[in-house]
């Protein structure tokens, strides 16, 4: 009955110390837990300032850079609009250089052609 008795205040102490510590433990790894959930946020924190100013920096260079090649573009725009013309002019220089000829042979020949006829006139009359 003794070895009875012993047993049950063995396992009563047992059960009394294991319910003791069982509240320390649970606040301990909740410490830690909350220390380490503090530690991480922290550190996503930062990480997340580092990728805002990351993310500011690309879109002032992404700005830019639309800058640029909006000044590139128009600067493009400019010399194709140049050549056109200077296209558009040596056309009409052709142009000039052919039929400036032909206009004043045409004017020579119909010149020319008033001459044989007054010359070919007075023949058909005698």
Known sequence: MRSRILAVLTIAVLMSLA?????????????????????????????LVAKDAEIAA????????????????????????????????GIAEQVDRVTTPVIDENARLRKEIEHLKKQSEPKSEN
């Open 19 to 47: 319910g003791c510590q069982q509240p320390q433990r649970q606040e301990a790894p909740n410490e830690k837990q909350a220390r380490l959930l503090a530690a991480q946020s922290a550190d996503l924190q930062k990480a």
């Open 58 to 89: 690309l879109r002032q260079k992404h700005a830019q850079d639309l800058q640029k090649r909006d000044a590139e573009l128009a600067k493009c725009k400019a010399r194709i609009e140049t050549l056109q013309k200077d296209i558009e002019k």
